[in-house]
Nanobody, 114 residues
Framework: VQLQASGGGLVQPGESLRLSCKAI????????LRWYRQAPGKEREFVAT???????DYADSVKGRFTIGRDNVRRTLSLEMNNLRPEDTAVYYC?????????WGRGTQVTVSS
């Protein structure tokens, strides 16, 4: 199983970014998928999840600003991030529990700074 995350970058506060994560090696449509993030010096934290039938949930810190989505045909998970804040700066990871194991993407860096 491979999770290939992309789309990070350097943006100013208030700007937007879209992250993508392509999954290879699993029957993508069957599983709930998640985004986590890890800021420097902090533990990895939950950001958002989407179930196999499209139900979503978010950390309070990103509600109303981030939108998680999935494309089962392209086997791609997305995270649309709007109104970014400096505290959103972190490495973002996609995650799936499949076939009895937990898989993580390599991570993509998001930096929000003026």
């Amino acid at each position: 199983v491979q999770l290939q995350a992309s789309g990070g970058g350097l943006v100013q506060p208030g700007e937007s970014l879209r992250l993508s994560c392509k999954a290879i090696g699993i029957n993508f449509r069957l599983y709930a998928l998640r985004w986590y993030r890890q800021a420097p010096g902090k533990e990895r934290e939950f950001v958002a999840t989407i179930s196999s039938d499209g139900n979503t949930d978010y950390a309070d810190s990103v509600k109303g600003r981030f939108t998680i989505g999935r494309d089962n045909v392209r086997r791609t998970l997305s995270l649309e991030m709007n109104n970014l804040r400096p505290e959103d700066t972190a490495v973002y990871y996609c995650n799936v529990d499949a076939r009895g194991s937990t898989y993580w993407g390599r991570g993509t860096q998001v930096t929000v700074s003026s």
